[in-house]
């Protein structure tokens, strides 16, 4: 296990190297954030959501990311196009169900997607995860209204589901095959920018592009995002959520494998 502590910081050269080739199919609020941060990320955003092309740009993508924002019926079935191509090609697919549970639609949208579709990681915050298990949490609107328990949701969902899963909010946490990470990096002034966490999803698919261990890809996404955030945070604390917001571009482009091993914070438990 202290392989994946130096494992961690040598995946952000490698989304640099392959510059993965990611397909979005998100909502209208976060779209143009989500294509810049990949960019500066060093990865390759393409947004595509017709039906008659979907299945061509998922086989030839290396990640996939499914995004519920701003549901409507057809862009349902273009997921679900997509997501069985992908499935066939063995591009592996990112599913963020926003705002699941606020909403009879999302969440059966969300499991018709989980049933015709093979997810190779599910990521939301507390709310929506345990809202897509049957878990019982309050949603409104996108933004989680209760305090949860991270851990334990993330856990119970992943068994219950059968599917990798991230939940992040104050302590972010990676749940798979009964092993869990802890990731304690990341600033409060991400829940004042919306979309954080839409580009987050979508940064884990171009860290599980470049690594197929979905522990190790998902927690060195989560620490290079949080640092990149930290240090963002540092630079524009005098200013507010506008300059954080382009400073968290700047960071996500300069940050590298010595600021990830200089500030991660992580734990492992192998057997939860
Ligand atoms: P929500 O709608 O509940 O805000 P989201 O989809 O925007 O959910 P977040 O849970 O906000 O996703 O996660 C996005 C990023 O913000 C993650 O990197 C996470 O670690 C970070 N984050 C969220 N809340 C906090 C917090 N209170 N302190 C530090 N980092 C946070
Ligand atoms: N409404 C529908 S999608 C969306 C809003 C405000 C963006 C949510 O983004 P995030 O990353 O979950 O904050
Ligand atoms: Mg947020
Ligand atoms: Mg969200």
Known sequence: MNEIYEMIPIVITRVRN????IHNITNVVVTNFTANGLLALGASPVMAYAKEEVADMATVAD???????TLTA?????????GKAANVANTPVILDPVGAGATRYRTESVHRI????????????????????????EVRGVDSVNVHDNREIALEASKLLQVPVVITGE??????????????????????VTGTGCLLSAILGAFIAVEGDILLSSTAALVTYGIAAELAFEKTKEDGPGSFQMELLNRLAKINEADVKKWMKVEIEEEA
Do not use: C, F, Y
């Not at 990681?121 to 507390?126: E, I, M, V, W």
């Not at 302590?171 to 990470?181: A, E, F, I, W």
């Open 114 to 137: 989980m049933k015709e579709v093979d997810i190779t990681l599910l990521r939301g915050n507390a709310a929506e995860i345990a809202n897509v298990a049957g878990i019982k949490a």
């Open 171 to 192: 302590q972010d946490v990676v749940s798979v095959n009964g092993k869990l990470t802890l990731v304690g990096n990341g600033h409060e002034m991400l829940t004042k």
């Open 74 to 82: 057809g862009n349902v079935e273009s997921m679900i196009i997509a």
């Open 18 to 21: 392959k510059i993965p080739l």
């Open 63 to 69: 990640a996939l990311v499914l995004n519920i924002g």
